[in-house]
């Protein structure tokens, strides 16, 4: 089992950048694939970026390719969330999880970082 947990949220101005951390205690985070989720207001969560085993491929939403990167550091057993020119429309909780099996669902959710963007 791992434990997360997730930091670095706060309030930006819209195209300003924000860079969240998910630390792990417990297993070993590279051992799983890990991901980054967020959940608006009266919406569910949705995937933003993941990170697979090697840390060699990354996958993103469509929404947020080309502005936010997902990066690991196996020694500190952490994963970052860089995010750039940030929009009013990421105003959410993020959470960060690994997936629990091979092609199965994520978990093991952290207790999440709010990141506001006003415009």
């Known amino acids: 089992q791992v434990q997360l947990v997730e930091s670095g949220g706060g309030l930006v101005q819209a195209g300003g950048s924000l860079r969240l951390s998910c630390a792990a205690s417990?297993?070993?985070?590279?051992?799983?694939?890990r991901g980054w989720f967020r959940q608006a207001p009266g919406k569910e969560r949705e995937f933003v970026a993941a990170?697979?085993?090697?840390?060699?491929?990354?996958y993103y939403a469509d929404y947020v390719k080309g502005r936010f990167t997902i990066s690991e550091d196996n020694a500190k057993n952490t994963v970052y969330l860089q995010m750039e020119s940030l929009k009013p429309e990421d105003t959410a909780v993020y959470y960060c999880g690994v997936q629990l099996s091979v092609h199965g669902p994520f978990g093991s959710w952290g207790q999440g970082t709010q990141v506001t963007v006003s415009s």
């Open positions: 990170i697979n085993r090697s840390g060699g491929t990354t």
């Open positions: 417990g297993r070993t985070f590279s051992t799983y694939v």
